[in-house]
């Protein structure tokens, strides 16, 4: 693909995006994640409601130093490539591991849905994307937290590369194991909102999410997903079925 002409497209579509952005945070309570009849949802969607409502949606999570980086264990799925493991799937896992014989150099991000520009970005085409380096916290839904520092490619350029239509509304990310999740737009345009490639200044490691993860850093950690493989924008919220959070439990809405 012509990665470098398209780049140059950016100047001309951020303000449509910029405006979009203001629109689905007007309008976000047309369409509110499901609560099953959940008590526990209906408190997800009241938090959702409360933080689309009352606080900034381009706020920044707050950012450190280098020296401030500390130790960042790698957990949940650390090989999507192992059989047996919790969420192995069958039919993505062994596809990971072919690319991973090859240092990811045939691995393509799909990018779908709502766009004017469907297409697949290798990992060098995302390193020719203009870059942002964050060090950040995250943190976990266990109770741990953990600074580290993220190079990637903000979402919210890929996205205006593509060319997202008026009518979108959420992200989904799909990934090498049997795990997959979504966002609405005002994160997914958050401009701390990346899909990293780098940790600690060296490539992704594959417990870390290897070749490249989502970073979110306005929500709780399990939502910056990691092997993604796929990107979907849709105009309707979609839980995702057996994959996605709602239905195993998770709170799809974990800001911080």
Same mark, same amino acid.
């Given at each position: 693909?012509?990665? *470098?002409?398209?780049?140059?497209?950016?100047?001309?579509?951020?303000?449509?995006?910029?405006?979009?952005?203001?629109?689905?945070?007007?309008?976000?309570?047309?369409?509110?994640?499901?609560?099953?009849? *959940?008590?526990?949802?209906?408190?997800?969607?009241?938090?959702?409601?409360?933080?689309?409502?009352?606080?900034?949606?381009?706020?920044?999570?707050?950012?450190?130093?280098?020296?401030?980086?500390?130790?960042?264990?790698?957990?949940?799925?650390?090989?999507?490539?192992?059989?047996?493991?919790?969420?192995?799937?069958?039919?993505?896992?062994?596809?990971?591991?072919?690319?991973?014989?090859?240092?990811?150099?045939?691995?393509?991000?799909?990018?779908?849905?709502?766009?004017?520009?469907?297409?697949?970005?290798?990992?060098?085409?995302?390193?020719?994307?203009?870059?942002?380096?964050?060090?950040?916290?995250?943190?976990?839904?266990?109770?741990?937290?953990?600074?580290?520092?993220?190079?990637?490619?903000?979402?919210?350029?890929?996205?205006?590369?593509?060319?997202?239509?008026?009518?979108?509304?959420?992200?989904?990310?799909?990934?090498?194991?049997?795990?997959?999740?979504?966002?609405?737009?005002?994160?997914?345009?958050?401009?701390?909102?990346?899909?990293?490639?780098?940790? *600690?200044?060296?490539?992704?490691?594959?417990?870390?999410?290897?070749?490249?993860?989502?970073?979110?850093?306005?929500?709780?950690?399990?939502?910056?997903?990691?092997?993604?493989?796929?990107?979907?924008?849709?105009?309707?919220?979609?839980?995702?079925?057996?994959?996605?959070?709602?239905?195993?439990?998770?709170?799809?809405?974990?800001?911080?």
């Amino acid at each position: 693909m012509k990665t *470098n002409s398209l780049i140059t497209r950016r100047k001309a579509i951020v303000t449509g995006l910029s405006g979009g952005g203001g629109l689905v945070l007007s309008g976000c309570s047309r369409e509110l994640p499901p609560t099953y009849g *959940n008590i526990l949802r209906m408190g997800d969607v009241l938090t959702y409601t409360a933080h689309r409502t009352l606080l900034p949606g381009q706020s920044l999570a707050r950012e450190y130093s280098r020296k401030d980086i500390s130790s960042f264990p790698g957990i949940g799925t650390t090989n999507p490539a192992e059989p047996g493991a919790r969420f192995y799937d069958a039919t993505h896992g062994p596809v990971y591991e072919r690319l991973r014989e090859y240092a990811f150099t045939e691995w393509r991000l799909l990018i779908e849905g709502r766009v004017a520009q469907p297409g697949s970005y290798s990992l060098a085409d995302l390193k020719r994307f203009h870059m942002r380096t964050q060090i950040t916290r995250h943190t976990c839904e266990e109770g741990w937290s953990a600074i580290g520092e993220w190079t990637g490619v903000p979402l919210s350029l890929l996205l205006e590369v593509a060319g997202v239509l008026p009518s979108a509304r959420f992200v989904s990310f799909y990934q090498f194991d049997d795990i997959a999740d979504s966002i609405d737009m005002v994160d997914a345009l958050h401009p701390q909102t990346i899909l990293a490639y780098g940790m *600690n200044g060296r490539d992704l490691s594959i417990p870390h999410g290897a070749p490249v993860r989502l970073r979110m850093e306005k929500q709780l950690g399990y939502k910056s997903v990691k092997y993604l493989r796929r990107i979907v924008v849709t105009n309707e919220f979609d839980d995702l079925g057996k994959s996605g959070l709602i239905q195993n439990g998770w709170s799809w809405y974990a800001g911080i």
